[in-house]
């Protein structure tokens, strides 16, 4: 079935440092989805990218889809003591949603 | 946004008992649910896709007698632990997918989260 490998696995940071989590597939992606789980809570939606070498922002946090549709990067420009969390990429599967491994991310602050 | 409401949040249990968990789409009707299992500082694990009106879809590995799912309605689905043991202690996560788009195909799709259930059996 799908898969995909996302690396770092943890990632710790002084505050004011960048971050930054890949994503990466064998094979083409139809769309790829980037949630964030803080410490005892829930996945949340953070953004979708469709198109082939999309880039969104969203205030300090970059997102990007490699121009064959197999890989994807998160990037958080100067890291706060929020960012912490873990941040887990999806692929779409069979009409499911496959999840990479994450990357945990802690912040000295 | 959408919000997936799930309970109980967390329960304790004696070995040999079954725990059912609820999990509803508060403001959208979602035809698929999903039920993941998340142990700590772990990834989530998909263990099945709950259909509307239909069987639900389990994922290799998973045994579809220990853990029942229900989709009786476009805004629940639950999951009973059946016969629960010490193993099954986990971080139990429902999802709901919300579908939208242009034309006669949904193009965008985003999956909400339920809060999540902490089981822990005795």
């Known amino acids: 079935g799908q898969q995909v490998m996302q690396i770092p696995q943890y990632q710790h940071v002084q505050e004011g440092e960048d971050f930054t989590t890949y994503c990466n597939s064998s094979t083409t992606l139809s769309n790829i989805q980037w949630y964030k789980q803080r410490p005892g809570g829930h996945p949340v939606f953070l953004i979708q990218l469709v198109k082939s070498g999309e880039v969104k922002k969203q205030k300090r946090l970059t997102f990007q889809f490699g121009e064959a549709k197999k890989n994807s990067s998160l990037h958080i420009t100067a890291t706060q003591t929020t960012d912490v969390g873990t941040y887990f990429c999806?692929?779409?599967?069979?009409?499911?949603?496959?999840f990479g491994q994450g990357t945990r991310l802690t912040i000295n602050p | 946004g959408a919000v997936v409401s799930q309970h109980p949040s967390w329960v304790i249990c004696k070995s040999g008992t079954s725990v059912k968990i609820e999990c509803r789409s508060l403001d959208f009707q979602a035809t698929t649910m999903f039920w993941y299992r998340q142990f700590p500082k772990q990834s989530l694990m998909l263990m099945a896709t709950s259909n509307e009106g239909s069987k639900a879809t389990y994922e290799q590995g998973v045994e579809k007698d220990k853990f029942l799912i229900n989709h009786a309605s476009l805004t629940l689905s639950t999951l009973t632990v059946t016969s629960a043991h010490p193993e099954d202690s986990s971080f139990y996560i429902c999802?709901?997918?919300?579908?939208w788009g242009h034309g006669n195909e949904p193009t965008n799709e985003k999956l909400f989260f339920g809060s999540g259930t902490q089981l822990s059996v005795l």
């Open positions: 999802s709901a997918r919300d579908l």
């Open positions: 999806g692929i779409q599967g069979a009409q499911k949603l496959v």
